[in-house]
């Protein structure tokens, strides 16, 4: 994906926006193509930043990019909120451990019932 950079005035001047390409690889590349659209603030770590430079093919122009390889990629919560689904999957497998080994589970009882049905179909 390409990132907006808004980088802050120096001095009088106006601010300057610049560009950057970040890669990812696996399941964050799958889930952040399947999660951030355009427009999206996100907050990203990397691993490593390349700094590639080449010339256009139909101009001649020299051209150049800063291309970073992106460990992990989140919504900045700065400008919106954010509901993942991963504390009701643990809590699910939680109360499926407890439901098959008899032990009590903090759940209320119409969860409980549910992940009992669940409990036949779902692997963890």
Do not use: C, H, N
Request: hydrophobic letters at 45%; zero cysteines.
């Amino acid at each position: 994906m390409r990132l907006a950079l808004d980088l802050p005035a120096r001095g009088s001047g106006e601010g300057v926006t610049r560009w950057v390409k970040v890669t990812a690889y696996g399941l964050l590349a799958t889930r952040t193509a399947e999660s951030v659209g355009k427009g999206d603030r996100v907050t990203v770590i990397a691993d490593d930043m390349i700094a590639e430079a080449w010339t256009a093919t139909g101009s001649g122009e020299p051209r150049a990019r800063v291309t970073l390889r992106a460990r992990e990629i989140a919504a900045s919560m700065a400008f919106d909120s954010l509901r993942t689904s991963y504390a009701a999957r643990k809590a699910a497998r939680k109360a499926a451990r407890a439901a098959a080994t008899g032990q009590d589970s903090d759940l209320a009882a119409g969860e409980q019932a549910e992940v009992r049905v669940l409990r036949g179909v779902t692997t963890t």
